[in-house]
């Protein structure tokens, strides 16, 4: 069984940083499309970043781009999000997802849509105080 495991999230002051990370079991995020969502009370899920199959290539949503960086680890098997200057619209739960594998060919869209993601993480917190 899949499993995705975030880690990192908790409360900070706007302007402040977080790194979140992803660990999986039985899965290898190299050969697949990850991504971080982020959800907050009553609004949709929101695609946030995403790294395409390999790692070499990433998707922003234009709201974190410059302020937001993810990469792989593929020794460790693990993803991350560097969240850099934070606001406090960034507060919400934050998910990673894992997929089938995207290529600079895809649409952008796809890669930042919730629906093309099969395996979820639980989720962690992230709060952003102004």
């Known amino acids: 069984q899949v499993q995705l495991l975030e880690s990192g999230g908790e409360a900070v002051q706007a302007g402040g940083s977080l790194r979140l990370s992803c660990a999986a079991s039985?899965?290898?995020?190299?050969?697949?499309?990850v991504a971080w969502f982020r959800q907050a009370p009553g609004k949709e899920r929101e695609g946030v970043a995403t790294?395409?199959?390999?790692?070499?290539?990433?998707v922003y949503a234009d709201s974190v781009k410059g302020r937001f960086t993810i990469s792989q680890d593929n020794a460790k098997n693990t993803v991350s999000l560097q969240m850099n200057s934070l606001k406090a619209e960034d507060t919400a739960m934050y998910y990673c997802?894992?997929?089938?594998?995207?290529?600079?060919?895809?649409?952008?869209?796809?890669?930042?849509?919730?629906?093309?993601?099969?395996?979820w993480g639980q989720g962690t917190q992230v709060t952003v105080s102004s």
């Open positions: 997802a894992a997929g089938a594998p995207l290529s600079i060919l895809d649409p952008p869209s796809r890669a930042l849509s919730p629906g093309h993601f099969l395996y």
């Open positions: 039985r899965f290898t995020f190299s050969i697949h499309s």
């Open positions: 790294i395409l199959t390999g790692g070499g290539t990433t």
